[in-house]
T-cell receptor, first 115, second 112 residues
């Protein structure tokens, strides 16, 4: 079974620029998550999708971050404009079932450096 | 608000010795608790979870965790550590209505 695919693996941009990350979850997984992991901290949930609908985006900084999952499969997370404090690893995860009791499968992440 | 705490930034243990990585939680209602491991340049991998039932949960790679409701803890354990167990370990928790909250992580160093 193929895992969660993310691209790019690394990205370096200047502050105020825009950047987009892509995630393809495991086939058949209806729930998709985006997490932000700042160096030395645990992952923090940014947004959760169930199919193509948003379940929870309460911690997404909506003035600069946006995410979509138009066809209920792959997803894109965008930052526009980026700030220095956005430097982090952005992790995508998926689960087969909906519900917090289900373990998540994580991609390798995209390491973003904002300079 | 729910929270998960990992009080140790790093745990050092000699190969062959038992290891414990500590986790405490503050989750209303019945908690769902997880342990994940993160190797360098790799995503988080699921180790084990507690949903309900037996307080001792067994997971991948010989790891186990004990749910203790009175102490609100979910410590990760392994009877005999391997050098290859060296990694970053994350405890996470939620209840049925809330999102998954991760602890800050504990780096496990197993020395030969």
């Amino acid at each position: 079974e193929a895992g969660v695919a993310q691209s790019p693996r690394y990205k370096i941009i200047e502050k105020r620029q825009s950047v987009a990350f892509w995630c393809n979850p495991i086939s058949g997984h209806a729930t998709l998550y985006w997490y932000q992991q700042i160096l030395g901290q645990g992952p923090k949930l940014l947004i959760q999708f169930q199919n193509n609908g948003v379940v929870d985006d309460s911690q997404l900084p909506k003035d600069r971050f946006s995410a979509e999952r138009l066809k209920g499969v792959d997803s894109t997370l965008k930052i526009q404009p980026a700030k220095l404090e956005d430097s982090a690893v952005y992790l995508c995860a998926s689960t087969k079932l909906f519900g917090q009791h289900t373990e998540a499968f994580f991609g390798q992440g995209t390491r973003l450096t904002v300079v | 608000a729910q929270s998960v705490a990992q009080p140790e930034d790093q745990v050092n243990v000699a190969e062959g010795n038992p290891l414990t990585v500590k986790c405490t939680y503050s989750v209303s209602g019945n908690p769902y608790l997880f342990w994940y491991v993160q190797y360098p340049n790799r995503g988080l991998q699921f180790l084990l979870k507690y949903i309900t039932g037996d307080n001792l949960v067994k997971g991948s790679y010989g790891f186990e965790a004990e749910f203790n409701k009175s102490q609100t803890s979910f410590h990760l354990k392994k009877p005999s550590a391997l050098v290859s167990d060296s990694a970053l370990y994350f405890c996470a928790g939620s209840n049925a209505g809330n999102m998954l909250t991760f602890g800050g992580g504990t780096r496990l160093m197993v020395k030969p």
